[in-house]
């Protein structure tokens, strides 16, 4: 098992830049695939980004393509999300996951069963 733990969220205006950390304990981070996903209130949670074991691939949602930049060390446990030109819809809690998963459908909720606590980002208008 792995255990995440989120941190770097915060409130930024439109237009900032904000980087997320997941660091992971217990099984080593380089044994899963890991994702970023967020959540408002009332809504399901929703793919952001995902990275493959070795960090040769990565995925994104379209609507953060351009903006968002995943990446990870392995070396130090954690991944990161690099959040650049943030827009007010935007706001969400983001949570880490990490998934057994080799290849297929990194974008699904069910494919990740380790999950952190959440960090909350919040864009101003």
């Known amino acids: 098992q792995v255990q995440l733990v989120e941190s770097g969220g915060g409130l930024v205006q439109a237009g900032g830049s904000l980087r997320l950390s997941c660091a992971a304990s217990?099984?080593?981070?380089?044994?899963?695939?890991m994702g970023w996903f967020r959540q408002v209130p009332g809504k399901e949670r929703a793919f952001v980004t995902a990275?493959?074991?070795?960090?040769?691939?990565?995925y994104y949602t379209d609507s953060v393509k351009g903006r968002f930049t995943i990446s990870r060390d392995n070396g130090k446990n954690t991944m990161y999300l690099q959040m650049t030109n943030l827009k007010p819809e935007d706001t969400a809690v983001y949570y880490c996951a990490a998934s057994s998963i080799y290849s297929g459908d990194y974008y699904s909720t069910g494919n990740y069963p380790y999950w952190g606590q959440g960090t909350q980002v919040t864009v101003s208008s």
């Open positions: 217990g099984r080593t981070v380089s044994s899963y695939a």
């Open positions: 990275i493959s074991r070795g960090g040769a691939r990565t």
